[in-house]
């Protein structure tokens, strides 16, 4: 998985028919790009998923369904990035696996627990956005709190004993280098298990079945958005509000299948063995990882700052819980006070 980005794999150093020599200045390449890119990603996704947790937690008041969806996401992506982005990071910068056999089996089984976490939790906001607006009276007595930790419980559930195999399928690899043995976290092809099979049940689990979900449950909703009543005329304010809706609902949509597209199709090539191996396609993989990874980062701003309800608790927890009205006059106690009408669209998104 996204672990298998050692030097012997990624860079052709070694693999089953022997060492393939010295490549320094990618490997000077590597070693500036890599720490820089990826302690910026690492830092985000620790930034923006940790500030929705606190503001969730930090405030009962906004125990909704929308927002459990929510925190449950930023929770996904929050173990994303602590179990993703340092290990692989470590992985492109150093010639072998240091931290042994139990950790690489956990962190490439936490890879692939928490890569579908994530999508899969984007499926069911998605559907929960689909019933508020499609079903909006009927589905009330489904869209509940109650409801909503049972959705998640059992994916978390589904998700992490599936995920098994990828533990028992990886382990730590020896070979040779510059004279001396190292060791690489790599797929076992001696387990009895595939690794093309192994990538491309990947692809599809976490990025085409749960896109697909996504993209339907999101034009269904847009098809009944812009379905007008029979013999209505439309408001200019609610035209405005379902062009702002459909705008964030084709920006969530292209933000999953942009970020997540080319390491997925890297990791199927390669499981192929088609990836050529070249400076080139190495930076390639680097960038595809790092735009992977900023999705991660992204999610908190699509999902919550974007909504004026996250952004007042937001203020509230800064302000350590003082009321807006407490502020000195002719700050922004209009903006944040301020309520509109048409923002019930918005407030589904």
């Avoid at 990025?207 to 009944?224: D, E, F, H, K, N």
Wanted: glycine share 6%.
């Amino acid at each position: 998985m996204f672990g298998n980005t050692t030097w012997n794999d990624t860079f052709g150093w070694y693999n089953e028919s022997g060492y393939h020599g010295n490549v320094t200045n990618i490997e000077k390449i590597v070693s500036m790009m890599v720490p820089v890119f990826f302690g910026l990603i690492g830092l985000a996704g620790l930034i923006g998923n940790g500030l929705v947790v606190l503001v969730v937690a930090a405030n009962p008041n906004m125990r909704s369904t929308t927002n459990l969806l929510i925190i449950n996401l930023a929770a996904a992506d929050l173990l994303f990035v602590i179990f993703c982005v340092p290990f692989t990071a470590t992985d492109y910068i150093l010639p072998e696996w240091p931290f042994g056999l139990m950790w690489c089996k956990f962190v490439q089984y936490m890879i692939v627990v928490t890569a579908h976490a994530s999508a899969y939790t984007l499926v069911l906001m998605s559907l929960d956005r689909f019933l508020a607006v499609v079903h909006p009276i009927t589905s009330m007595s489904i869209r509940t709190e109650k409801n909503a930790v049972i959705a998640i419980t059992v994916a978390w559930f589904i998700i992490v004993t599936t995920a098994i195999p990828v533990a028992i399928s990886h382990g730590v690899l020896h070979y040779p280098s510059r004279g001396g043995d190292y060791t690489a976290c790599l797929f076992l092809h001696t387990e009895g298990y595939s690794l093309i099979a192994f990538h491309v049940s990947f692809f599809l689990s976490s990025y085409v079945v749960p896109l697909t979900l996504i993209s339907m449950l999101y034009v269904g909703m847009l098809a009944r958005l812009w379905k007008g009543a029979p013999g209505g005329r439309v408001s200019a304010e609610s035209r405005r509000g379902k062009k702002r809706v459909t705008r964030m609902v084709v920006v969530v949509v292209l933000a999953f299948a942009i970020c997540w597209c080319p390491i997925q199709i890297i990791l199927v090539l390669k499981s192929f063995d088609v990836y050529e191996v070249t400076h080139a396609s190495i930076i390639i993989q680097i960038v595809a990882h790092v735009l992977a990874y900023t999705n991660s980062c992204i999610n908190p701003v699509l999902y919550a700052f974007l909504s004026d309800n996250f952004r007042k608790a937001f203020r509230k927890v800064v302000w350590c819980g003082k009321p807006p009205s407490l502020l000195p006059q002719g700050g922004p106690q209009t903006k944040t006070t301020r309520t509109g009408n048409g923002t019930s669209n918005a407030d589904v998104l």
